[in-house]
């Protein structure tokens, strides 16, 4: 090899060096993730191309949204780069320690270059990077629906814990009966006809008359006996909706989520294999896509096992 170029990434910045074929370091500088230095670096690395005849090697870590723009800087170019995960990085430079600064970390892994095999990223067709990031999204929904869950739990408790039994908490219908109804005082002034008719009105889903009345009759006899630790009035009565409309908005975002994500995956070869096992859906398939990326970039299982082991 003729060129390392190694970056040691931090937030809209990195520190960069440049060591030739003797390991001697060249140049070392601060860049900024910005257009103009961009720009600079491109000229750099294509000066060292036309002037040796070979792309120099580009390593760098990992390091979360940080990394981001100068992946995409070397996608755009068509870079070939090694991009090393946090602790592979630490193990391969424990054996060459200097003082721990930025600074000796992008020297670091320059120098580990020159003896450690590492593996080259290919570029993937764009459909895999935008099924990671909906991925990544479907994941913080889902844990923002755990958090909504557990908080519209927690006040019901206070309003109206009856309407946990009588209904999936998970549903559709419940949802709606807890904006309609939070509070037990709320449905005794009511009569069952007129609850009826509101749960059919305020429910999305087929749902019979005669499942509606049955549930109207259940709430009835709940609020008659339920003696919850607040008023009507209560402001808890406002958090239970508040909690429960946020609740039906992630439910619709992670349906619309994995339906975009359906939608990229149905030209890919790999999801109508994947789709023909048993007890493989569509979401799952998605997923397990999202997660290894393109498989073809591995030449053998032992790759696709390591890389795995490495998420």
Do not use: W
């Not at 960069?16 to 074929?21: I, S, T």
């Not at 600079?40 to 723009?69: N, Q, T």
């Not at 970390?105 to 450690?116: G, N, R, S, W």
């Not at 999936?168 to 069952?192: A, G, M």
């Amino acid at each position: 090899m003729k060129h390392v170029i190694a970056f040691d990434v931090s937030m809209g910045k990195s520190y960069m060096v440049v060591y030739n074929a003797l390991k001697k370091c060249e140049l070392e500088k601060e860049i900024e993730h910005n257009r103009p230095e961009f720009i600079e670096l491109k000229v750099l690395i294509d000066d060292l191309i036309d002037g040796y005849g070979e792309h120099p090697h580009i390593v760098f870590e990992a390091s979360g949204v940080y990394s981001r723009p100068l992946e995409r800087f070397m996608i755009e170019n068509k870079y070939r780069y090694c991009l090393l995960n946090p602790l592979e990085a630490k193990l391969q430079c424990d054996s060459l320690r200097m003082h721990k600064t930025d600074r000796s970390d992008a020297h670091q892994l320059a120098l580990t270059h020159f003896t450690t095999e590492r593996r080259i990223e290919t570029v993937s067709d764009d459909v895999y990077r935008q099924l990671k990031r909906m991925s990544r999204h479907y994941s913080e929904l889902d844990d923002e629906l755990s958090v909504a869950r557990s908080r519209m739990h927690k006040v019901i408790q206070e309003t109206f814990p009856e309407l946990e039994k009588i209904f999936t908490t998970k549903s559709e219908l419940f949802l709606n009966v807890v904006q309609l109804y939070p509070h037990p005082d709320l449905v005794i002034n009511q009569s069952k006809t007129v609850i009826k008719n509101r749960i059919l009105a305020n429910t999305n889903k087929r749902l019979s008359v005669k499942k509606a009345e049955e549930k109207a009759v259940e709430l009835l006899k709940a609020a008659k006996q339920s003696y919850p630790a607040a008023s009507s009035t209560d402001v808890l009565c406002d958090q239970v909706r508040v909690y429960a409309k946020r609740y039906q908005e992630l439910l619709l975002q992670k349906n619309q989520c994995i339906d975009k994500m359906e939608s990229l995956a149905e030209e890919l070869k790999e999801y109508e294999i994947l789709r023909s096992l048993p007890a493989i859906g569509a979401n799952t398939a998605v997923r397990i896509i999202a997660e290894i990326g393109d498989i073809r970039r591995f030449d053998n299982n032992r790759q696709l096992n390591a890389f795995l082991k490495s998420r």
